[in-house]
C-alpha cells in the first residue's frame, strides 16, 4: 500500500502522535491531502511551548526554529498560550518581530502570550483579551486592555514601577517580579484580587530594605506568596495582621545572621498561616522550631529542610506538642526530607513553563524560583 492510500482517519490517528513543530510544519508541506489533515489536527492545539510535551493540546519546538509567518496561522486557530521564544527564528530578534507580529495578531483565542525578547516589543498590543503576560520588559501602554490581565511575570522590574503600573491592572490574581536593582516602598492602590504573589530579589546589597513584605499589606485576599530575597533588612508594619495568607515560602539567598527576632515579628502577621517553607536559613535552630508552632497556631505544614541546624530534637518537640494538644503538624527537616514525597505526592517538583490549574501549593509550594511556570492555566481552558 502506497502512503497516500492509507485512509484519513488513520494518518490523523498517526499525526495525533506528532508534538514537533517542525515534524508537523513537514508534514504540512507534504501535499495538498497532508496539509489539510495536520490543519485538521492541529485545531487541538491550545498550547505552542519550548518545553517537550506529550498530551496532544500541546505543540513544542526544540532547538532553533524558523518561524513562517504563511505557515503557522493556518496551523494554528485555537491557541490559548503562545511562547514566542527567540529559539523560533535563526536571526536575530529584530527580524523576527514582523512574522511573530503578525502570527500574534491572528491569533483570536489567544489568553497569553510569553515574550521572552529583552527590547519592549509590542506585539501583545495586537491581543484584545490578553490575560496571560509574560515578559523581560513591561509597559501597560502596550496593553490594549489592561483590565483583562490576570497573571503578569515580569522579569525586569520594581515596586516603585509596580506602583506607576498598578491601576491600569485591576484585576491581577497572579503576580511574579524579578527585582534586579535597587528599589523603594510600594506606594500604588490596593491590590484587591491578588491571590498569588511571586518575588524574586538577590542583587540588592544586603544593607538595602526589601520592601516585598510591605507589598504584601496592600493585598489583603492574597494566599500565597513565594519570596527568594538575600537581604538583611526588611520593611514591614508588623502592626497590620494579613488574614487570608495561607502559604508561604522563604528562601533566603546567602548567610543571613541574628535575623530571628524579625522574621519571627513578620510570621506574627500571618495568623492563619497553613503552609511555612523556610529554605536555606542556616542560623535556625531546634528553639526557633519550638517558637514557630506556638505563634503559628493553624499551621499543618513546616519544610525547613534545607536549614542544616534544626536537628531530630526539633522533630521530637514537633511530635510531642503535636499530641500534647491535638494538632496535626507535618514536619520535614534534612534527616527526614524523603517523606514529603510520600505524604505530599500532589506537590510538584517539576520543572514547566504552563502548569494545569491554579494551585498554589502544587506548582510553587516545593519548588525553587528557577522552576516555576510562567502561568497556571485554569482547569477550564
Known amino acids: 500500500m502506497l502512503i497516500n492510500e492509507i485512509p484519513d482517519d488513520c494518518l490523523l490517528a498517526i499525526f495525533d502522535y506528532l508534538n514537533n513543530l517542525g515534524d508537523l510544519i513537514n508534514c504540512y508541506k507534504v501535499c495538498v491531502k497532508w496539509s489539510y489533515l495536520i490543519v485538521k489536527r492541529t485545531k487541538k492545539v491550545k498550547y505552542l511551548t519550548y518545553q517537550r510535551s506529550d498530551s496532544s493540546d500541546v505543540v513544542y519546538y526544540r532547538g532553533l526554529c524558523s518561524i513562517d509567518s504563511t505557515c503557522l496561522p493556518k496551523l494554528f486557530t485555537n491557541l490559548i498560550i503562545a511562547d514566542l521564544s527567540s529559539k523560533l527564528n535563526l536571526k536575530d530578534e529584530d527580524y523576527l518581530l514582523p512574522d511573530a507580529i503578525e502570527f500574534v495578531r491572528k491569533q483570536a483565542s489567544l489568553k497569553g502570550l510569553i515574550n521572552p525578547f529583552r527590547q519592549p516589543i509590542e506585539k501583545y498590543r495586537y491581543c484584545d483579551q490578553l490575560e496571560m503576560l509574560s515578559v523581560i520588559n513591561f509597559n501597560p501602554n502596550n496593553l490594549r486592555n489592561g483590565s483583562s490581565i490576570k497573571q503578569l511575570n515580569v522579569r525586569n522590574y520594581t515596586l516603585e514601577a509596580l506602583t506607576r503600573d498598578a491601576h491600569y491592572l485591576p484585576n491581577l490574581e497572579n503576580l511574579k517580579i ?204
Not at 535552630?285 to 493553624?298: A, C, K, R, S, V
Open 178 to 381: 524579578k527585582i534586579i536593582v535597587p528599589d523603594n516602598h510600594y506606594d500604588g492602590p490596593v491590590l484587591e484580587k491578588l491571590k498569588i504573589l511571586e518575588l524574586y530579589s538577590i542583587k540588592l546589597q544586603r544593607k538595602r530594605f526589601f520592601y516585598g513584605f510591605q507589598l504584601m499589606d496592600s493585598c489583603p485576599n492574597l494566599q500565597s506568596a513565594h519570596i527568594t530575597m538575600n537581604s538583611h533588612s526588611w520593611f514591614f508594619d508588623e502592626t497590620l495582621k494579613h488574614n487570608s495568607l495561607q502559604d508561604l515560602v522563604i528562601k533566603f539567598y546567602g548567610h543571613h545572621n541574628d535575623i530571628w527576632n524579625i522574621l519571627k515579628r513578620l510570621l506574627m502577621k500571618y495568623p492563619n498561616l497553613k503552609h511555612l517553607a523556610l529554605r536555606n536559613y542556616w542560623n535556625i535552630t531546634d528553639e526557633h522550631i519550638e517558637q514557630l508552632i506556638h505563634i503559628l497556631p493553624n499551621l499543618v505544614l513546616l519544610d525547613v529542610i534545607r536549614c542544616d541546624g534544626v536537628t531530630q530534637e526539633a522533630a521530637d518537640y514537633v511530635k510531642d506538642y503535636c499530641k500534647r494538644y491535638g494538632r496535626s503538624i507535618k514536619f520535614y527537616f534534612s534527616k527526614n526530607y524523603h517523606e514529603i514525597d510520600s505524604d505530599w505526592p500532589q506537590l510538584s517538583t517539576k520543572r514547566e513553563n504552563i502548569s494545569r490549574g491554579f494551585d498554589f501549593m502544587k506548582h510553587y509550594f516545593r519548588k525553587h524560583s528557577g522552576y516555576l511556570p510562567h502561568f497556571m492555566i485554569p482547569i477550564d481552558y
